[in-house]
């Protein structure tokens, strides 16, 4: 249930705000942003221990974002599967998908955002396709840029309710809120009205609409938001602020300001 929630607007001082919301099972361990790839020192994001890949990745040079939300559709095989922790590294990187072994990944979505373009590749296991994104608000989901899902195989029904719910909510809050530009100061000066909706809006996590959540699955495993990320990018530079205890103020931290 990760989520995208960005604004493109090119004729803005700072034409893309990202927020990255990454949802996972509380006990998979990860270590925060910072430049974990010896042969990509010029990224930063978390890393997943599990995998060694991330969820988000930050190129501070170009500057560029990847962000990877699970697509729905037909998983891969589970003998050979790659996992989707390279996705953001090779987006914010090198800004292309070429080489990739798509029949051995999971469904996926990648956001590549770049102040002067942002472009969203969806693989539903069977079929790989480009949208750029025009200027505005955006919402992506793991069904995509709205509740359909674009694969073969249908996500769960009331899964599908939370997303749609999380779409008719945030998408017009997104809007009318008041854009910021974040440059310096600490979190919440930086991101002003945009920072309240990334620590969820004041919902309750059970709440069909929330953001951030957490639950206890069939398994017993608990399944949550463990993150929040903050990116501003702009031809002055980039913004990063990340907060690995999603919901409290006092755990965020500016990983470039």
Known sequence: MCTCLLSFDPASAVP???VGVRDEYADRLWDPPAAHWPDRPDLLGGRDRQAGGTWLAVNPTLPRAGCVLNGCGADAPAEGRLSRGD?????????????????RLDPFHLVCAEPDRVRVWTWTGLELTERSLEPGVHVVVNTGLD??????????????????ARLGHFGPRLRAAERPEPKDGDTAAAWGSWLPLAEGDGLDQDDPRALLHRHLTDTGRVFATTSVSLVALGP???RYDFSGRPGDPAAWTTVLG
């Open 16 to 18: 893309v705000l990202l």
């Open 87 to 103: 996705l953001p590294l090779r987006a914010a990187g090198d800004g292309e998908l070429g080489g990739l072994d798509l029949p």
């Open 147 to 164: 509740a359909s899902c674009p694969g073969p195989t249908a996500i769960p029904q009331h899964a599908l309710d939370g997303i749609r």
């Open 236 to 238: 002055a530079g980039v």
